[in-house]
């Protein structure tokens, strides 16, 4: 059972490059999230997906845009990277409307903007 | 954007120990009140959840005490074991609600 997939595991850039998180899982989850996590921070979450075709800002959507390409995959993309956003990002999935549903995390992209 | 305080940021416990970790909440609506646990360069994963209509749930070595007046929740871990060390993370929610609120996380280290 893979769960959930991020690509890549780790990536470094300079800053003013973009790139694009690859996020998808396979447990037919209906939302789903991006999160950062920093030191003494915690999870601040960054936007989520209730459902296919919908996407809203969480916490701290400044800097990034995401795209629920379908309900299996959510991509979040850095138009122009700067070093605020060295981070290491997760994707998490949830089924949405059976009660109380846990996440379910990937293992992380680790992000390094020079 | 309302908040979940998490104490103490870093803990060591001996092997055999005790650990406790502690949260507490603002929102007397959420209803739902997961600690994950979350080992290096992994995601986090459900350790154990509670509800707030029960003051207390045990799996085998994890226990959740929950004080709704005091709006706080901790987490216990007995005979605490090296295999343990992990962060841990407090979170808060809403049946049916999409968003999960999490604590700053609890670095905490098993000496053997």
């Known amino acids: 059972n893979a769960g959930v997939t991020q690509t890549p595991k780790f990536q470094v850039l300079k800053t003013g490059q973009s790139m694009t998180l690859q996020c998808a899982q396979d447990?037919?989850?209906?939302?789903m999230y991006w999160y950062r996590q920093d030191p003494g921070m915690g999870l601040r979450l960054i936007y989520y997906?209730?459902?296919?075709?919908?996407?809203d800002k969480g916490e701290v959507p400044n800097g990034y845009n995401v795209s629920r390409l379908n309900k299996r995959e959510f991509s979040l993309r850095l138009e122009s990277a700067a070093p605020s956003q060295t981070s290491v990002y997760f994707c998490?999935?949830?089924?949405?409307?059976?009660?109380?549903?846990?996440?379910?995390f990937g293992d992380g992209t680790r992000l390094s903007i020079l | 954007q309302q908040q979940v305080k998490q104490s103490p940021q870093s803990l060591i416990v001996q092997k055999g120990g005790i650990s406790i970790i502690n949260c507490a909440y603002e929102?007397?609506?959420?209803?739902?009140f997961p600690w994950y646990q979350q080992f290096p360069g992994k995601g986090p994963a459900l350790l154990i959840a509670?509800?707030?209509?029960?003051s207390e749930k045990k799996e085998g070595r994890f226990t959740i005490s929950f004080n709704k007046s005091a709006k706080q929740f901790s987490l216990h871990i007995m005979d605490s074991q090296p295999g343990d060390s992990a962060t841990y993370f407090c979170?808060?929610?809403?049946?049916?609600?999409?968003?999960?609120?999490f604590g700053a996380g609890t670095r905490l280290f098993v000496k053997a």
């Open positions: 998490a999935s949830r089924l949405q409307g059976k009660g109380n549903q846990p996440q379910h």
């Open positions: 447990m037919n989850h209906n939302s």
């Open positions: 997906s209730a459902s296919e075709g919908t996407t």
């Open positions: 929102n007397t609506a959420f209803d739902y």
């Open positions: 509670i509800r707030p209509d029960v």
């Open positions: 979170a808060t929610g809403n049946t049916g609600g999409f968003k999960t609120i």
